[in-house]
């Protein structure tokens, strides 16, 4: 085995989307598969963007995918790539055999805690807003039944103070 180090990889991503209208899923591939090629280290070798067809479970739903062939500098852009476009699938296509250095294994899995730290704090984020959503949903509705609990405490109380009067009423009827 040569232990020259590998730099250039040639791989090939798919990117899925499902949505609507068809010609959307299109314009919406193409944006991505430029969005590729603009980034550091990445070049667009290839690319094959297949036409929308409709979801049978979802009506009106539409879904497409598109193979795009990218070269990276280095398995560390590839990763990038992962994270930021989060293909359904990669397949390094070469080289066969890839050998990383010790710095490279710290950039990807530095790149890799980074991205994860990241999702860890939407998702902290995204928790205590649901709390506080509750929390003000809890207190709207807790104000919305206590109203409902006044309106028929009224109404008992409305009721007895009648069947009250009734009672005085035929009371003084009956003394007569």
């Known amino acids: 085995m040569n232990l020259t180090e590998t730099k250039k990889l040639n791989a090939v991503m798919i990117l899925e989307v499902l949505g609507r209208p068809p010609e ?5 591939l193409e944006n991505l598969a ?27 739903f539409y879904t497409s995918f ?7 500098e280095d398995l560390l852009y590839l990763a990038v790539l992962m994270f930021k476009y989060m293909p359904a699938h990669i397949e390094i296509l070469s080289p066969q055999n890839i050998f990383l250095a010790n710095t490279d294994w ?5 790149e890799l805690t980074r ?8 998702t902290r984020i995204l928790q205590t807003e649901r709390i506080i959503l ?6 709207i509705m807790g104000t919305e039944e206590d109203k409902k609990e006044k309106i028929k405490e ?3 109380e409305d009721g007895k103070q009648e069947v009250s009067h009734s009672n005085k ?7 007569k």
């Open 154 to 156: 009224k109404k008992e």
């Open 66 to 72: 598109a193979e795009i062939e990218v070269e990276t």
């Open 24 to 28: 959307h899923l299109v314009e919406t």
């Open 34 to 60: 430029k969005q590729m090629g603009e980034e550091k280290g990445v070049k667009i070798m290839n690319k094959k963007i297949n036409s929308p067809v409709l979801m049978k479970e979802q009506k009106d």
């Open 169 to 175: 009423v035929n009371s003084i009827r009956k003394k």
């Open 115 to 122: 991205r994860l730290h990241g999702y860890e704090e939407i």
């Open 134 to 139: 509750e929390n003000k949903l809890k207190t």
């Open 106 to 110: 710290n950039d990807i899995l530095n």
